[in-house]
Nanobody
C-alpha cells in the first residue's frame, strides 16, 4: 500500500520553529533519497531539502542554515526541523523521493503559515 502522510504544520510567527514529519510506505521510502518539497500559493512545487539513505543532506540556498532534514530508516519517516521561519516560507510542504515527478503519487501535504 502506497502512502505519504505529512504532519506538523501550523501557524507560527516569524522567527518561530516547526518540526514536520512524514510517514512513508516502504515501497516509497526504500533506500532512495528522500526530500521535502514546498508549494507556495500560485507557485510551482520546489525541492527545499533532501537526504540520502546514509544521511548526506542538501538544501536550497534560501533555507540553508535554518532547516534540518533527517530520517529514521527503521520507521520509514523523514523529518524537517524548521527554525527562524520567515513569511516567505509559507507554503504547503510535501515529502517524497528525490527526485519525484508531478505525476508520481503525492500525499496531502501540511500547511505552514508564517505571520510577520
Amino acid at each position: 500500500q502506497v502512502h505519504l502522510v505529512e504532519s506538523g504544520g501550523g501557524l507560527v510567527q516569524a522567527g518561530g520553529s516547526l518540526r514536520l514529519s512524514c510517514a512513508a510506505s516502504r515501497i516509497i521510502f526504500g533506500n532512495d533519497p528522500m526530500g521535502w518539497y514546498r508549494q507556495a500559493p500560485g507557485g510551482q512545487r520546489e525541492l527545499v531539502a533532501s537526504i540520502t539513505w546514509n544521511g548526506r543532506t542538501n538544501y536550497v540556498a534560501s533555507v540553508k542554515g535554518r532547516f534540518t532534514i533527517s530520517r529514521d530508516n527503521a520507521k520509514n519517516t523523514v523529518y524537517l526541523q524548521m527554525n527562524s521561519l520567515k513569511p516567505e516560507d509559507t507554503a504547503v510542504y510535501y515529502c517524497n523521493r528525490d527526485p519525484a515527478a508531478e505525476y508520481d503519487y503525492w500525499g496531502q501535504g501540511t500547511q505552514v503559515t508564517v505571520s510577520s
